[in-house]
């Protein structure tokens, strides 16, 4: 195994078609238990997204999915109220449910949380975004989405301290002021950025497993991977080659660095040992130094357009 030094993990399982848990679950499960000689006891939340299996739910019931582009170019979803609920229903319903006893299955003490559950995940609801259509810039309004500000770490804490392994998915705790009280609401919130989120709040190394080797300079040539951002020169290199879904995942790997992650890797989550090989220095490693020198309060017209643009993207 690697030196990395940080004792925690959190693993990001895509929620793409092509993308297989069952490697993940059986690293997760060495990290967890020690399973193996040469590799060093991690404590790990895993999180996971599922576009494929909330799109296909939809179809099924004749809910013809949304996505939307926002002014800087990201798709992402829209969630309307019907999708909202085939949205409880999948992730945190049949997703996490799977995922927990299939790590249950391989002795760990895995517990499933949405992002709902103690206000693990939290943020202003947005009932509208603003999207780019037909080269114009449009507000879009009955979204059920939120803006991701604060992750319950306390929870997270307790929960790996007492040997649980959390398992967490959408949705988030979309707060409302009504009457000069809180209502909760649970809204949709992508989960890049919400492992982003998490692996900040805990100095976690990310690891976000996709259906790619990593981010490549050419899409199409995986001989071109980058394998390690480490200056804000490789970082400047790294956006430009992002294209499609990685924008996201760059996004997301900015957001969990800045809020004090220990480093961030994106690999393929259907190699042989998607993530003890992450760990091992497989995939695209980015390190804090990529981001240079940055202002703690640093807001930019980017970062607004980020944080209010788009909520939902699983």
Known sequence: MSDDATPRVVVKVGGARAVDPAGALGDVATLVTGGADDVDEREVVLTHGGSTAVDETLERLGIEPEYVETPSGVVGRFTDSETMKVFEMVLPGLLNTDLVAGLRSQGVDAVGLSGVDGGLLSGPRQSAVRVLEDGKRKIRRGDHSGSLQAVNGDLLATLLADGYTPVVSPPMAGTDEQDGTEEVTPVNTDADRAAAAIAGELGATLVVLTDVPGVLADPDDETTLLGRVETPADWAHLETAAEGFMRRKVMA????????????????????????????????????????????????ASDTDKSNEHGGGV
Request: aromatic content about 0%.
């Open 253 to 300: 790997i900015e957001e969990a660095l800045e809020a004090g992650a220990a480093r961030a890797i994106v690999a393929d989550a259907n190699a042989a040992a998607p993530v003890l090989g992450a760990l091992d220095g497989g995939g695209t490693h980015v390190l804090p130094g990529a981001l240079g020198e940055r202002e703690a309060d640093r807001i930019d």
